[in-house]
T-cell receptor, first 113, second 114 residues
Framework: QQKVQQSPESLTVSEGAMASLNCTFS??????FRWYRQHSGKGLEVLVS????GEKEEGRFTAHLNRASLHVSLHIREPQPSDSAVYLC?????????????FGDGTQLVVKP | NAGVIQTPRHKVTGKGQEATLWCEPI?????VFWYRQTIVQGLEFLTY????????DSGMPKERFSAQMPNQSHSTLKIQSTQPQDSAVYLC????????????FGHGTKLSVL
């Protein structure tokens, strides 16, 4: 069973409209979640880190975590065409006597001017 | 700060040849990770070093793949007898101390095995 699942697979929004991405996870014991994004041909960059239920804002990016419902979301305020990228949700879990990071398959976001 | 540096950016090998991928982590980071990224599988964990010591290599294919970190400034991922299914983008990441912290990723090495 995949530990982290993202939806939607792809999302197209107009510039300035809120973009909302979702991530569900199968293990509620983690308290370490991050959203990354990857522009085409580039490495991943971290956007928001969240470690407790509630909300965490980093500039135009806001993450909401609800571990009881096994859900973490990312909201992008006033998205711009330069925000077009693949967005990945990541969860850290203890495994193999260390912590393993599990990534979702990503959401392809397209922001139209 | 140049970030995590991976070389080469692109590598093309013939089936059966060896491929070595290089990674230079951010100075001061003690944890180095290798991931493989394909469209089908997404991001797959391969291996993880802390203070140059291998901590978790449970994601490494048992044959043909090996990783080393001979010093704190670079790590290598070696694939022997490359196969077409090894074609992927190989991403290296580093963090200050380990997986619970944000990872800084390199741009990746795109390996194409013909």
């Amino acid at each position: 069973q995949q530990k982290v699942q993202q939806s939607p697979e792809s999302l197209t929004v107009s510039e300035g409209a809120m973009a909302s991405l979702n991530c569900t996870f199968s293990d509620g014991t983690s308290d370490n979640f991050r959203w990354y994004r990857q522009h085409s041909g580039k490495g991943l960059e971290v956007l928001v880190s969240i470690f407790s239920d509630g909300e965490k804002e980093e500039g135009r990016f806001t993450a909401h975590l609800n571990r009881a419902s096994l859900h973490v979301s990312l909201h992008i305020r006033e998205p711009q065409p330069s925000d077009s990228a693949v967005y990945l949700c990541a969860m850290s879990l203890p495994m193999y006597n260390n912590n393993r990071i599990f990534f979702g398959d990503g959401t392809q976001l397209v922001v139209k001017p | 700060n140049a970030g995590v540096i991976q070389t080469p950016r692109h590598k093309v090998t013939g089936k059966g040849q060896e491929a070595t991928l290089w990674c230079e982590p951010i100075s001061g980071h003690s944890a180095v990770f290798w991931y493989r990224q394909t469209i089908v599988q997404g991001l797959e964990f391969l291996t993880y070093f802390r203070n140059q010591a291998p901590i978790d290599d449970s994601g490494m294919p048992k044959e043909r793949f090996s990783a080393q970190m001979p010093n704190q400034s670079h790590s290598t991922l070696k694939i022997q007898s490359t196969q077409p299914q090894d074609s992927a983008v190989y991403l290296c990441a580093s963090s200050f101390t380990g997986p619970n912290e944000r990872l800084f990723f390199g741009h990746g090495t795109k390996l194409s095995v013909l």
